[in-house]
């Protein structure tokens, strides 16, 4: 299994401002996923972040916005930039602890963000 | 990405047996089904995935259709803590290089 820290785990930002969420894995992970969960909605993906090359972004969402850093296998950050209310979701990391290999990805708790 | 249908909601009670269905009549021959769960302010965590035979561990089963087309994730004996929204997704082991696409899933109440 893997324990996943998420922060912040929730935060209240002012529109225009950006958030840098954090997630740091216990363990070193090739693929790491970023979703989105606006209120009352299920999950979707915002992007693909692979330590040493450049995210990949699901359609609908782009690096200006949603720029991700992934600066070694145990840690990785997505910022909200410019947000505005309808920024205001969860935001979860999720890994793949065995390379697609299990079947299995973890989630963190997520980091709930209000822009008002 | 193939897509599956689930109910909205389902409600069954304490103690009981829960089959949840997921209908995936497009999914293909290189497609896992996937079952994860998202507890009450909490990410996704886990259940159970499988790609033809049905499976079990602690958590579930899961009953696949011998078409493939749909599969059933079976709680042997629902309790308060099994209320969640309960996601089918098709797609490849793990979450191959391109992550798992979501559904709306099924709320599943579980009543006292």
């Known amino acids: 299994s893997a324990v996943i820290s998420q922060k912040p785990s929730r935060d209240i930002c002012q529109r225009g401002t950006s958030l840098t969420i954090q997630c740091q894995v216990d363990?070193?992970?090739?693929?790491m996923f970023w979703y989105r969960q606006q209120p009352g909605q299920s999950l979707t993906l915002i992007a693909t972040?692979?330590?040493?090359?450049?995210?990949?972004?699901e359609s609908g969402f782009v690096i200006d916005k949603f720029p991700i850093s992934r600066p070694n296998l145990t840690f990785s950050t997505l910022t909200v930039s410019n947000m505005s209310p309808e920024d205001s979701s969860i935001y979860l990391c999720?890994?793949?602890?065995?390379?697609?290999?299990?079947?299995?990805?973890?989630f963190g708790e997520g980091s709930r963000l209000t822009v008002l | 990405d193939a897509k599956t249908t689930q109910p909205n909601s389902m409600e069954s009670n304490e103690e009981e047996p829960v089959h949840l269905p997921c209908n995936h009549s497009?999914?293909?021959?290189?497609?896992?089904i996937h079952w994860y769960r998202q507890l009450p302010s909490q990410g996704p965590e886990y259940v159970i995935h499988?790609?033809?035979s049905n499976v079990n561990n602690r958590m579930a089963s899961l009953a696949i259709a011998e078409d493939r087309k749909s599969s059933t994730l079976i709680l042997h004996r629902a309790t308060l803590r099994d209320a969640a929204v309960y996601y089918c997704?098709?797609?490849?082991?793990?979450?191959?290089?391109?992550?798992?696409?979501f559904g709306k899933g099924t709320h599943l109440i579980i009543q006292p």
């Open positions: 999720s890994v793949d602890l065995a390379g697609g290999h299990t079947g299995e990805l973890f």
């Open positions: 363990s070193q992970v090739t693929m």
């Open positions: 972040a692979n330590q040493g090359s450049e995210a990949t972004y």
């Open positions: 497009t999914i293909s021959g290189t497609d896992y």
């Open positions: 499988g790609l033809t």
């Open positions: 997704i098709l797609g490849p082991l793990g979450g191959g290089a391109d992550g798992l696409t």
